[in-house]
């Protein structure tokens, strides 16, 4: 069997932790979105996928310029190197669980590219799908990582609560989350 959303899903009250997903992408991260989240002092975590850094180069170091200006402050999650995906396939064989995907190999390379441009790794790890099993738990925890997961996926409609992890992407592939995000922050102003 296959894990659904498995790790780390909520945090204490007092508010929620935004975290958003850079995937493999072939659209433009959405600046404009992160930039209104500029100056207000929320911490975001953003993971990252290798192949993203390496396609998306010019707005990965627009957000790194970001967090040395003071304007964002940005906690680096791993979200592996290829972020696996097959358009059709079920999800229980699917993200990670494809044939010939290893898991040390997405973790470790996107570490290293991270360090290489200037990233510090957190000790945190999103499987792509927020799809594991066991064996994929045990790996992460080898490589002394916390497996993050979410339970407000904006997108998807799960409404968030106090202490929620918020899941959205600012990648360009999920405009809907993001507009509610905008939505129920403007409410809460």
């Known amino acids: 069997g296959f894990l659904e959303n498995a790790g780390l899903t909520h945090g204490e009250r007092g508010g929620g932790y935004f975290t958003g997903d850079l995937c493999p992408s072939s659209k433009p991260m959405d600046r404009d979105f992160l930039a209104t989240l500029e100056g207000e002092k929320t911490p975001i975590a953003l993971s990252i996928s290798g192949l993203w850094l390496k396609h998306h180069f010019a707005d990965y170091r627009w957000l790194v310029d970001r967090q040395a200006e003071g304007k964002l402050a940005i906690t680096w999650i791993n979200h592996t190197y290829t972020h696996p995906y097959k358009k059709g396939v079920a999800e229980g064989v699917n993200f990670l669980l494809l044939p010939g995907v290893d898991p040390d190999y ?37 490589h002394h990582l916390i497996a993050l997961g979410a339970d407000a996926w904006l997108a998807l409609n799960q409404a968030p609560h106090d202490g929620s992890i918020l899941l959205v992407h600012p990648n360009g592939n999920e405009e809907r989350g993001l507009k509610i995000y905008q939505r129920d922050a403007g409410e809460k102003k």
Request: hydrophobic share 45%.
């Open 106 to 142: 997405e973790i470790l390379e996107t570490e290293r590219l991270l360090i290489a441009n200037g990233g510090t790794p957190s000790l945190f790890f999103r499987f792509p799908g927020l799809v594991s099993t066991s064996p994929l738990m045990r790996a992460v925890r080898e």
